[in-house]
T-cell receptor
Framework: DGGITQSPKYLFRKEGQNVTLSCEQNLNHDAMYWYRQDPGQGLRLIYYSQIVNDFQKGDIAEGYSVSREKKESFPLTVTSAQKNPTAFYLC????????????FGPGTRLTVT | QKEVEQDPGPLSVPEGAIVSLNCTYSNSAFQYFMWYRQYSRKGPELLMYTYSSGNKEDGRFTAQVDKSSKYISLFIRDSQPSDSATYLCAMTYQAGTALIFGKGTTLSVSS
């Protein structure tokens, strides 16, 4: 079955630790995205990548880093510089041509205490 | 003014009602409009996709785009308890750019 997987579903970390969230897709999509969702805030873009070895900052990139070494994978690292890392993180992918529909993974709930 | 505005609700309706969900936007360059449904603690799933102005129907769902008014709508006919979720509008204007999302409207359909 084609789709997007994110692991783990729930993640707990102590303040000051870096943590990496996994995102893998087997849809053969060129573009991949990371969003953060907070209650009442909607989805906010962290980073996106249109092609391997290239990525762009979104609206709230500070305190986050990404890599895109393979087409299928787009891991997100939440660094200790992120002031409020507790949130629901969503990964998405799309083809680079019409109709630009984005397909989402199940999300990772990160809690930092 | 935010690029995309969406009333967060909550919106509560009885089973069988017609539901109207709406978004307004400010960027006239937006060409591609989508509606996502998100159940609690799950990733959003794509419901409807519309290009430019006009209507699109899929079963009980109808998406409508009015570019002259910068206004999009999603209508749900014969609403069911299983339609209870948060509905997010999203839009973009060119390939490879991220979607701009509304904050979502929470819908509750009671049986």
């Amino acid at each position: 079955d084609g789709g997007i997987t994110q692991s783990p579903k729930y993640l707990f970390r102590k303040e000051g630790q870096n943590v990496t969230l996994s995102c893998e897709q087997n849809l053969n999509h060129d573009a991949m995205y990371w969003y953060r969702q907070d209650p009442g805030q909607g989805l906010r873009l962290i980073y996106y990548s249109q092609i391997v070895n290239d990525f762009q900052k979104g609206d709230i990139a500070e305190g986050y880093s990404v890599s895109r070494e393979k087409k299928e994978s787009f891991p997100l690292t939440v660094t200790s510089a992120q002031k409020n890392p507790t949130a629901f993180y969503l990964c998405a992918s799309s083809i680079a041509q019409l109709p630009y529909e984005q397909y989402f993974g199940p999300g990772t709930r990160l809690t930092v205490t | 003014q935010k690029e995309v505005e969406q009333d967060p609700g909550p919106l509560s309706v009885p089973e069988g009602a017609i539901v109207s969900l709406n978004c307004t936007y400010s960027n006239s360059a937006f060409q591609y409009f989508m509606w996502y449904r998100q159940y609690s603690r799950k990733g959003p799933e794509l419901l409807m996709y519309t290009y430019s102005s006009g209507n699109k129907e899929d079963g009980r769902f109808t998406a409508q785009v009015d570019k002259s008014s910068k206004y999009i709508s999603l209508f749900i006919r014969d609403s069911q308890p299983s339609d209870s979720a948060t509905y997010l509008c999203a839009m973009t204007y060119q390939a490879g750019t991220a979607l701009i999302f509304g904050k979502g409207t929470t819908l509750s359909v009671s049986s």
